[in-house]
Protein backbone atom coordinates (compact mmCIF):
# COMPACT_ATOMS: atom_id res chain seq x y z
CA UNK A 1 0.00 0.00 0.00
CA UNK A 2 1.19 3.49 -1.26
CA UNK A 3 1.89 6.19 1.58
CA UNK A 4 0.98 10.05 0.88
CA UNK A 5 2.48 12.46 3.37
CA UNK A 6 1.56 16.02 3.33
CA UNK A 7 4.08 18.58 4.82
CA UNK A 8 2.21 21.52 6.00
CA UNK A 9 4.54 25.17 5.90
CA UNK A 10 3.08 27.84 7.90
CA UNK A 11 2.92 31.56 7.42
CA UNK A 12 4.40 34.82 9.21
CA UNK A 13 4.22 35.30 12.72
CA UNK A 14 3.30 31.86 13.55
CA UNK A 15 4.86 28.37 14.15
CA UNK A 16 3.11 25.48 12.79
CA UNK A 17 0.60 25.04 16.15
CA UNK A 18 -1.71 27.04 13.99
CA UNK A 19 -1.89 23.92 11.64
CA UNK A 20 -3.59 21.97 13.75
CA UNK A 21 -7.01 22.12 12.58
CA UNK A 22 -6.25 21.87 8.88
CA UNK A 23 -3.85 18.73 9.59
CA UNK A 24 -6.77 17.10 11.20
CA UNK A 25 -9.06 18.10 8.48
CA UNK A 26 -6.66 16.55 5.51
CA UNK A 27 -5.82 13.06 7.73
CA UNK A 28 -9.78 12.58 8.38
CA UNK A 29 -10.25 10.33 5.73
CA UNK A 30 -7.21 8.67 6.12
CA UNK A 31 -6.04 9.50 2.76
CA UNK A 32 -3.20 11.17 3.86
CA UNK A 33 -1.09 11.95 7.00
CA UNK A 34 0.60 15.43 7.49
CA UNK A 35 3.50 16.49 9.12
CA UNK A 36 3.71 20.29 10.30
CA UNK A 37 7.28 22.07 9.53
CA UNK A 38 7.94 24.86 11.33
CA UNK A 39 10.81 27.51 10.67
CA UNK A 40 11.40 30.70 12.37
CA UNK A 41 9.56 33.01 9.43
CA UNK A 42 10.74 36.72 11.09
CA UNK A 43 14.70 35.46 11.26
CA UNK A 44 17.16 33.95 8.58
CA UNK A 45 16.48 34.87 5.19
CA UNK A 46 14.57 33.02 2.72
CA UNK A 47 17.20 30.39 1.36
CA UNK A 48 17.78 29.58 4.88
CA UNK A 49 13.85 29.03 4.99
CA UNK A 50 14.13 27.22 1.48
CA UNK A 51 16.98 24.96 2.42
CA UNK A 52 15.14 23.85 6.43
CA UNK A 53 12.12 22.75 4.38
CA UNK A 54 14.77 20.91 1.39
CA UNK A 55 16.42 19.41 4.29
CA UNK A 56 13.16 18.48 6.60
CA UNK A 57 11.44 16.85 2.96
CA UNK A 58 14.18 14.45 2.36
CA UNK A 59 13.82 12.97 5.67
CA UNK A 60 10.61 11.82 5.42
CA UNK A 61 9.27 8.27 4.07
CA UNK A 62 6.60 8.36 1.65
CA UNK A 63 5.97 7.61 -2.03
CA UNK A 64 3.73 10.43 -2.80
CA UNK A 65 5.26 13.96 -0.90
CA UNK A 66 2.81 16.31 -0.90
CA UNK A 67 3.13 20.35 -0.03
CA UNK A 68 0.51 22.60 1.19
CA UNK A 69 1.91 26.00 2.07
CA UNK A 70 -0.35 29.18 3.86
CA UNK A 71 0.71 32.66 2.77
CA UNK A 72 4.77 32.89 3.33
CA UNK A 73 4.86 29.60 3.89
CA UNK A 74 3.58 29.10 -0.05
CA UNK A 75 6.36 31.11 -1.33
CA UNK A 76 8.78 28.75 1.07
CA UNK A 77 7.54 25.36 -0.61
CA UNK A 78 7.40 27.17 -4.30
CA UNK A 79 10.96 28.52 -4.33
CA UNK A 80 11.75 25.01 -2.52
CA UNK A 81 10.34 23.04 -5.64
CA UNK A 82 12.14 25.45 -7.71
CA UNK A 83 15.61 24.30 -6.75
CA UNK A 84 15.28 20.41 -6.07
CA UNK A 85 13.84 17.53 -8.11
CA UNK A 86 14.96 14.74 -6.06
CA UNK A 87 11.63 14.17 -4.03
CA UNK A 88 9.17 11.71 -4.51
CA UNK A 89 5.90 13.25 -6.76
CA UNK A 90 3.15 14.97 -5.35
CA UNK A 91 1.45 18.55 -5.83
CA UNK A 92 1.05 21.55 -3.95
CA UNK A 93 -1.51 23.68 -2.91
CA UNK A 94 -0.66 27.49 -1.79
CA UNK A 95 -3.00 29.25 0.49
CA UNK A 96 -3.36 33.12 0.24
CA UNK A 97 0.17 33.28 -1.14
CA UNK A 98 1.31 36.87 -1.99
CA UNK A 99 3.08 35.04 -5.31
CA UNK A 100 3.33 38.82 -6.56
CA UNK A 101 4.02 40.66 -3.85
CA UNK A 102 2.02 42.25 -1.73
CA UNK A 103 1.03 46.02 -1.40
CA UNK A 104 -0.11 45.52 2.34
CA UNK A 105 3.27 44.22 3.24
CA UNK A 106 4.59 47.26 1.08
CA UNK A 107 2.60 49.37 3.42
CA UNK A 108 3.87 48.03 6.26
CA UNK A 109 7.43 48.27 5.46
CA UNK A 110 6.76 52.14 4.77
CA UNK A 111 6.20 52.18 8.40
CA UNK A 112 8.63 54.12 10.36
CA UNK A 113 11.25 52.95 12.14
CA UNK A 114 9.75 49.22 12.75
CA UNK A 115 7.72 47.97 9.66
CA UNK A 116 10.61 46.39 7.86
CA UNK A 117 11.26 44.53 11.30
CA UNK A 118 7.78 43.64 11.89
CA UNK A 119 8.02 41.86 8.45
CA UNK A 120 11.40 39.64 8.48
CA UNK A 121 14.14 39.51 6.20
CA UNK A 122 12.03 37.14 4.03
CA UNK A 123 8.72 39.21 3.40
CA UNK A 124 10.97 41.87 2.77
CA UNK A 125 13.16 40.17 0.14
CA UNK A 126 10.35 38.39 -1.46
CA UNK A 127 6.87 39.83 -1.21
CA UNK A 128 7.98 43.66 -0.64
CA UNK A 129 10.86 43.50 -3.15
CA UNK A 130 8.82 41.46 -5.88
CA UNK A 131 10.02 40.50 -9.55
CA UNK A 132 6.76 38.69 -11.39
CA UNK A 133 6.58 34.84 -10.59
CA UNK A 134 5.59 32.15 -12.90
CA UNK A 135 5.84 28.46 -12.33
CA UNK A 136 7.37 26.22 -15.03
CA UNK A 137 8.52 22.83 -13.01
CA UNK A 138 6.83 19.71 -13.60
CA UNK A 139 4.97 19.19 -10.38
CA UNK A 140 1.15 20.88 -10.03
CA UNK A 141 0.44 23.68 -8.40
CA UNK A 142 -2.80 24.84 -7.03
CA UNK A 143 -3.06 28.07 -5.55
CA UNK A 144 -6.16 28.95 -3.39
CA UNK A 145 -7.18 32.89 -2.31
CA UNK A 146 -9.26 34.37 0.01
CA UNK A 147 -12.11 37.18 -0.80
CA UNK A 148 -13.09 37.56 2.28
CA UNK A 149 -12.19 41.17 3.01
CA UNK A 150 -11.37 41.02 6.91
CA UNK A 151 -8.15 41.62 8.05
CA UNK A 152 -5.57 43.99 9.59
CA UNK A 153 -3.99 44.70 5.59
CA UNK A 154 -6.60 47.02 5.20
CA UNK A 155 -5.18 49.25 7.70
CA UNK A 156 -1.49 49.89 5.61
CA UNK A 157 -2.92 49.53 1.99
CA UNK A 158 -6.00 50.79 -0.24
CA UNK A 159 -7.51 47.01 -1.19
CA UNK A 160 -9.73 47.84 -3.63
CA UNK A 161 -9.86 44.67 -5.87
CA UNK A 162 -11.44 41.21 -3.80
CA UNK A 163 -9.11 40.53 -1.47
CA UNK A 164 -8.86 38.22 1.92
CA UNK A 165 -8.02 41.09 4.33
CA UNK A 166 -4.29 40.98 3.25
CA UNK A 167 -3.91 39.85 0.45
CA UNK A 168 -5.61 40.90 -3.11
CA UNK A 169 -6.58 37.86 -5.31
CA UNK A 170 -4.59 39.10 -8.37
CA UNK A 171 -1.19 39.11 -5.94
CA UNK A 172 -2.23 35.41 -5.65
CA UNK A 173 -1.93 34.15 -9.10
CA UNK A 174 0.91 32.02 -10.64
CA UNK A 175 0.93 31.67 -14.75
CA UNK A 176 1.91 28.04 -15.07
CA UNK A 177 0.02 26.92 -12.14
CA UNK A 178 -2.59 24.16 -12.62
CA UNK A 179 -5.49 25.45 -11.18
CA UNK A 180 -6.53 28.27 -9.07
CA UNK A 181 -9.73 28.96 -7.32
CA UNK A 182 -11.36 31.77 -4.79
CA UNK A 183 -13.24 30.75 -1.90
CA UNK A 184 -14.89 32.91 0.23
CA UNK A 185 -12.31 32.99 3.59
CA UNK A 186 -9.75 35.65 5.52
CA UNK A 187 -6.34 35.27 4.90
CA UNK A 188 -6.03 33.31 8.80
CA UNK A 189 -9.52 32.27 8.63
CA UNK A 190 -7.77 29.54 5.61
CA UNK A 191 -6.30 27.46 8.17
CA UNK A 192 -10.04 26.64 9.96
CA UNK A 193 -12.15 26.56 6.88
CA UNK A 194 -13.38 23.15 6.24
CA UNK A 195 -13.93 23.97 2.71
CA UNK A 196 -10.46 24.98 1.91
CA UNK A 197 -9.22 22.35 3.33
CA UNK A 198 -11.67 19.97 1.10
CA UNK A 199 -10.54 21.76 -1.61
CA UNK A 200 -7.18 21.33 -1.18
CA UNK A 201 -7.38 17.42 -0.74
CA UNK A 202 -9.17 17.75 -4.12
CA UNK A 203 -6.75 19.62 -5.69
CA UNK A 204 -4.31 16.99 -4.08
CA UNK A 205 -5.93 13.76 -4.79
CA UNK A 206 -7.17 14.57 -8.68
CA UNK A 207 -4.87 17.87 -9.61
CA UNK A 208 -7.64 20.54 -9.70
CA UNK A 209 -10.58 22.19 -7.23
CA UNK A 210 -14.10 21.68 -7.47
CA UNK A 211 -15.94 24.53 -8.84
CA UNK A 212 -19.02 22.63 -9.77
CA UNK A 213 -21.04 24.74 -6.77
Known amino acids: MSSSLIILVHGLWMSGFELGVLKHRLEADGRFRAVPF ?3 SLRGSMADHV ?3 IDFAR ?22 LQVTDDLPPGRAVLMGTPLQG ?8 RMVPFGKAI ?3 AVNEEIVECQPREWSGRREIGVIAGSMGMGLGRLFAQLQADHDGTVLVEETRLPGSKDHVVLSTS ?3 MLFSAEVARQAERFLLD ?6 S
Do not use: N
Open 38 to 40: SYP
Open 51 to 53: RSL
Open 59 to 80: TQKADELHFVGHSLGGLVVLKA
Open 102 to 109: SKAAQGVA
Open 119 to 121: LGH
Open 187 to 189: HTG
Open 207 to 212: GQFDKS
